[in-house]
């Protein structure tokens, strides 16, 4: 079983910047694409971006312009850069292959790395 490490996170005053890293235990990132998620108190997870093999790139409306999502596929490493950081952005962060998801089972995925925005 793949194993995902995500870390990075902290607190951060709105308008600050994080880099988020997620490693894995296999040279995963190859042949997979990839996804960053984000799961804020009483709220569903999402995803807020994701790149291809290819490196195509999707980021939600609520990030767009202001996160930036990367891979270092030597460092089996996948990067979220936060800038502009808003309060609304305080969560949970994890990565995972989207075509991995199977509805709401999480029991796969990683412990997360949180981030918290202070107005």
């Known amino acids: 079983q793949v194993q995902l490490v995500e870390s990075g996170g902290g607190l951060v005053q709105a308008g600050g910047s994080l880099r988020l890293s997620c490693a894995a235990s296999?040279?995963?990132?190859?042949?997979?694409?990839m996804g960053w998620y984000r799961q804020a108190p009483g709220k569903q997870r999402e995803l807020v971006a994701s790149i291809t093999i290819g490196g195509t790139l999707f980021y939600a409306n609520s990030v767009k312009g202001r996160f930036t999502i990367s891979r270092d596929n030597a460092k089996n490493t996948v990067y979220l850069q936060m800038i502009s950081l808003k309060p609304e952005d305080t969560a949970v962060y994890y990565c995972?292959?989207?075509?991995?998801?199977?509805?709401?089972?999480?029991?796969?995925w990683g412990q997360g790395t949180q981030v918290t925005v202070s107005s």
């Open positions: 995972y292959p989207p075509r991995w998801v199977v509805g709401k089972d999480y029991s796969n």
């Open positions: 296999a040279p995963i990132f190859k042949i997979n694409d």
